[in-house]
């Protein structure tokens, strides 16, 4: 899959510039935490989209003006018959840049991708083209889609590169998230990667808990490590959809700790087959892929 080329090509169409709408509003046609039916036959109008402007209005629009990245997706349970009516299965994966104006709630993206699983599609290129068609709409933005069959689904297992702090012996009074945490060790510039597994958020609507593995990579005056993983730790019972947990990081740490360079990554666990990995730099557009133990 191509994986350069379209950051420009979404910020043309996809400026920050979408008037805020309450989180109620937005969420009044999910079926987050809604009773759904079920439904096998191909309905695109099943995707709900979220403008991401909700959750970066309390964010400095500088801030959010000059961040890159995206949001890699994946997505393990994905069906849908032949022209000969046999049933084909595959994962997807979606490339979704930060600069999209909306994101999609992921059980309405979970209902979607169910709704394939009684439609004819006669070659592989149709079924691509067709979700990258209703995906580009849903996130206000060209987003890259690639089927992937079974045998190539997963990338090799492995861990973050850098420095696990898990092990680091500390006291925890927080489990809110709170900024004031982070502190710098000193004034010498490094160039460090620092990780935990230790994360976890909540979902805004259900409660239930969203697990993750986050990942730093800056340049800058050292951070003093216990800091950052209390800091890490502090967003435990944090209510936050996964990218907008990733984008609170990322400004945080340019905040308080002013590196030079700064990529924040986020590995979350699947829930409903589908797992979402945000990435937001100041230097980089595209994510590492990767697969860590727990996914």
């Known amino acids: 899959m191509e994986r350069t ?12 510039d979408i008037l805020r709408l309450m989180k109620e509003q937005s969420l009044a046609g999910s079926p987050l935490g809604k009773p759904v039916g079920h439904t096998s036959t191909y309905t695109p109008s ?22 890159r990245g995206e949001d890699l997706w994946t997505a393990y349970e994905f069906s849908w018959l032949n022209g000969q009516g046999k049933p084909e299965v595959a994962g997807v994966r979606l490339q979704v840049p930060c600069g999209s104006n909306s994101i999609v709630e992921s059980k309405s993206m979970k209902l979607y991708l169910n709704s394939f699983a009684q439609t004819r599609f006669d070659t592989m290129p149709e079924v691509r083209s067709t979700l990258e068609q209703d ?27 850098g420095i696990c702090l898990d092990d680091l012996d500390i006291g925890v009074q927080h489990y809110e998230r709170e900024p004031d945490l982070l502190s710098l060790a000193g004034d010498v510039v ?37 800091s950052l993983l209390a800091y890490f730790i502090s967003y435990r019972t944090h209510s936050g959809f996964h990218e907008a947990a990733i984008e609170q990081i990322y400004a945080d740490i340019l ?28 230097h980089e557009d595209n994510a590492q892929l990767c697969r860590l133990p727990r996914q």
């Open 135 to 161: 995906l580009s709409l849903a996130f206000r933005a060209p987003i890259l889609v690639e089927p992937i069959q079974l045998a190539t689904l997963n990338t090799p297992v492995q861990q973050f590169n």
């Open 190 to 226: 490094v160039k460090e990667v620092l990780y935990t597994n230790l994360f976890r958020s909540v979902c805004p609507v259900t409660g239930q808990p969203d697990w993750a593995s986050i990942s730093i990579d800056y340049v800058g005056p050292a951070i003093h490590r216990e």
């Open 255 to 282: 905040e308080r700790c002013n590196p030079q360079q700064l990529s924040v990554y986020g590995r979350f666990l699947r829930r409903g087959g589908i797992d979402i990995n945000p990435f937001r730099s100041n």
């Open 46 to 67: 099943l995707l709900h989209s979220i403008a991401r402007s909700e959750a970066r209005g309390h964010l400095d629009p500088e801030v959010v003006s000059a961040m």
């Open 5 to 16: 080329g379209y950051w420009s090509a979404c910020q043309q169409g996809a400026g920050f």
